[in-house]
C-alpha cells in the first residue's frame, strides 16, 4: 500500500485539536438544519431545486475540491510542473462554460432528476440501465479515492490509524448527507470552499517565502528539470519530450475535449449541484459562475507542488523517501505554526469529505432514482424511495470505504483518477453528444456506444499501454489516449449502429435534441435574471476569455 513518509507527523497541540472539533461540529449542525427543510425525495436528492445560483456555483466548485485537486493536483505539480494548468484552462473551463450555455437547458427543462435519466428520454432502456450501473459503480470508486486520500494523510499526520481514520470520516459523511440529503451536502460544500482556501493560501505564501520568490523558485527548478518543466507548451510538438509525456495534439483533444468534456457535462455529482439550483437561469449560471474561481485555483495547488520539488529535489523518484503525494503535507510539516496547522489539516478533510459527499450523493440519486425505482421496485409511494435513499447512502458509504484501498498502487491518485474518467465518463460523453446533436442517433445506439466506448479505452489503457504494445511515456499521457481511442470507438459504433436499427419518432425527441423543444417546459425568468451581469452567454464568454490570457506568461 502506499501512504504518505513516515516522518510526516506534525506538530499538532490542543489548538489545532479545537478548531478541527469547532469544524466538525458546525458540518453536523448544517446537516441537522437541512433536516427540516427534507419532506420529499425531490427534496433530499434535489434540494427541491430551490438553491440560489451563487450557492450551487461555490458548490459545484467544492464538489471538485476533492483529493484530485489537493493532493492529486499538487502531486502533478510537483511531477509535471507547469503543465498541471492544463487541468483547469483548457480541461475544465471550456467543458463547464459548455455545460452551462448548451446542455443544462436539456438537463433542466426535461425535469431528469439525474444524467442517466436523459439517456433514457433520448435512447431507450438499456442505454439507461448500463449508464445507471457504470455511474453508480463510477461513483462509488471515486469516492473511495477521497476517502484513502483522508486516511493516509491523517494516519501520517495525526498518527490515527489508517483504518480508524477511514471508518471515522466515512461515518461522518454519512451522517450529515442521510440527515440533511443533497442540501446538506451542498451548504456544507460552500462552507468547505471557504475553509479549503483558508488552508491552501498560507501555503502558498509561506512556501514561496521559503524558496525566495517567484524568482528563486523558477531558477531552481529550470536547473533541476530543464525550461520546459516551467513552461505549458514547451516541447509539446508531436515527437517532442517534456515532462507530461503527451503532445499538443493528445492535451487539447484527450483532455481539452473527450476527457474535460466528458467529467464536467456528464458527471452527475457537479450535474447535480446545478439541477438543485432554483430555475432554469440559475441552473446555466451554476457551471459559469463556478469557472472564475476554477480558473484560479490551479495556483494554489500548483505552487506548493513546484515548491515541494525545489525543496525535495528527488521528490517521487527512487531516491526519495517521499511521493508526489506528499507535496501538501510536506510543506504542512516544514511551513505551518500551530493554529494555522490546525485550519490546514481541517481545509484538507474538509476537501477529502466534500469529494466524497459529492459522489456518494450522486451515487444515491442514480441507484434510488435509476435502479431501484425503475427496473427493481415501481411505483412505490414516495415515502419508501426517501427511507430507500437514506438506506442506500450508507451502503454507498461503506462500499466506498472498501474501495478505498484500490486506491492505494497508484503514487499519483490524479492519474487513478483520470484513469477512472477515461474509463466511465468519456463513453457517457459521446453518446450523450451525439444524442443530443443528430436526431437520426437511433435507440439502440446508445447501449453499443457505451459498450464500444468504455471497452475500447479499457483495452487500450491494461492491454496497448500496459502491455507495452505501443509506447506512451507516461500514464498521464496513456489517459489522454484511452479517452480519445474511447470516444472514436463509441461514435463509429453509433453512427454504424444508426445504419441498421430504427431510429426514434421524432415527436418523442422534443426538447431533447439541439434545435427542438418542449411545448409548456419553458419558464419565466426569476426576478433580476435579466441583468447584464448575470447574462449566461457574457458569463461563459468571458470565462474562457479570461482562462485563455491566463496562459499568455506560460506560454514564452
Not at 289 to 299: L, S
Not at 400 to 416: L, P, V, W
Not at 545 to 550: G, I, M, P, T
Request: charged share 10%.
Amino acid at each position: 500500500m502506499q501512504s504518505l513518509a513516515a516522518g510526516l507527523r506534525l506538530p499538532t497541540n490542543g489548538l489545532d485539536y479545537t478548531i478541527l472539533a469547532i469544524y466538525f461540529v458546525v458540518v453536523l449542525g448544517i446537516g441537522f438544519a437541512a433536516r427540516a427543510s427534507v419532506k420529499t425525495s425531490l427534496d433530499f436528492f434535489l434540494s427541491g431545486r430551490s438553491l440560489p445560483a451563487w450557492v450551487t456555483g461555490l458548490a459545484f466548485v467544492a464538489a471538485n475540491l476533492g483529493a484530485t485537486e489537493i493532493l492529486g493536483m499538487a502531486a502533478t505539480g510537483a511531477q509535471y510542473g507547469v503543465a498541471v494548468v492544463h487541468w483547469y484552462w483548457i480541461g475544465a473551463i471550456p467543458a463547464m462554460v459548455f455545460l452551462g450555455l448548451v446542455m443544462m437547458p436539456f438537463y433542466y427543462r426535461s425535469k431528469v432528476r439525474s444524467v442517466p435519466e436523459f439517456l433514457l428520454q433520448r435512447f431507450d432502456a438499456s442505454a439507461h440501465l448500463l449508464s445507471s450501473a457504470l455511474f453508480a459503480f463510477a461513483a462509488i470508486l471515486i469516492a473511495g479515492v477521497n476517502l484513502y486520500a483522508l486516511s493516509i494523510v491523517v494516519e501520517a499526520l495525526l498518527g490515527w490509524p489508517q483504518w480508524v481514520a477511514i471508518v471515522v470520516a466515512g461515518l461522518f459523511v454519512l451522517a450529515y448527507i442521510t440527515v440533511g440529503g443533497l442540501s446538506s451536502a451542498i451548504y456544507n460544500e460552500v462552507l468547505q470552499f471557504f475553509v479549503i482556501l483558508a488552508a491552501l493560501i498560507p501555503l502558498v505564501v509561506l512556501g514561496l517565502k521559503r524558496v525566495g520568490g517567484w524568482g528563486a523558485l523558477s531558477d531552481d527548478l529550470e536547473s533541476a528539470h530543464g525550461h520546459n518543466y516551467l513552461t505549458a507548451w514547451g516541447g509539446t510538438g508531436i515527437g517532442q519530450s517534456n515532462p507530461l509525456g503527451a503532445n499538443w495534439l493528445t492535451i487539447i483533444l484527450g483532455l481539452g475535449f473527450v476527457l474535460s468534456f466528458g467529467y464536467w457535462t456528464t458527471n452527475f455529482a457537479e450535474v447535480q449541484r446545478a439541477l438543485s439550483a432554483k430555475n432554469l437561469s440559475a441552473a446555466r449560471r451554476t457551471p459559469l459562475i463556478a469557472a472564475f474561481p476554477k480558473m484560479f485555483i490551479v495556483f494554489l495547488v500548483m505552487i506548493p507542488g513546484l515548491v515541494a520539488a525545489a525543496l525535495v529535489p528527488k521528490i517521487g523518484t527512487p531516491g526519495s523517501d517521499l511521493t508526489y503525494n506528499d507535496a501538501i503535507p510536506y510543506l504542512m510539516q516544514e511551513l505551518l505554526p500551530n493554529g494555522v496547522l490546525g485550519i490546514a489539516v481541517t481545509g484538507l478533510l474538509a476537501a477529502f469529505m466534500a469529494g466524497m459527499a459529492a459522489n456518494v450523493s450522486s451515487f444515491n440519486t442514480v441507484f434510488t432514482y435509476d435502479i431501484w425505482s425503475k427496473y427493481v421496485k415501481k411505483d412505490r409511494p414516495d415515502a419508501y424511495y426517501l427511507r430507500f435513499g437514506r438506506l442506500i447512502t450508507a451502503i454507498g458509504v461503506l462500499a466506498s470505504i472498501g474501495t478505498a484501498f484500490i486506491a492505494s498502487s497508484f503514487s499519483n491518485i490524479m492519474g487513478y483518477l483520470q484513469t477512472l474518467f477515461s474509463f466511465f465518463n468519456v463513453p457517457m460523453f459521446v453518446v450523450f453528444v451525439i444524442g443530443m446533436f443528430w436526431k437520426r442517433a437511433s435507440m439502440k445506439s446508445g447501449v453499443w456506444g457505451l459498450v464500444a466506448g468504455t471497452t475500447a479505452a479499457m483495452v487500450n489503457y491494461f492491454w496497448i499501454y500496459k502491455q507495452g504494445v505501443v509506447s506512451i511515456p507516461t500514464d498521464q499521457g496513456a489517459n489522454f489516449v484511452s479517452a480519445i481511442v474511447g470516444f472514436a470507438a463509441g461514435a463509429i459504433t453509433m453512427v454504424v449502429v444508426t445504419l441498421f436499427t430504427a431510429p426514434k419518432p421524432e415527436a418523442e425527441l422534443a426538447g431533447l435534441v439541439y434545435g427542438t423543444a418542449s411545448p409548456g417546459l419553458e419558464e419565466a425568468p426569476g426576478e433580476g435574471d435579466g441583468a447584464w451581469y448575470r447574462k449566461p452567454a457574457l458569463l461563459g464568454w468571458g470565462a474562457v476569455v479570461l482562462a485563455a490570457l491566463c496562459y499568455v506568461p506560460y506560454s514564452l
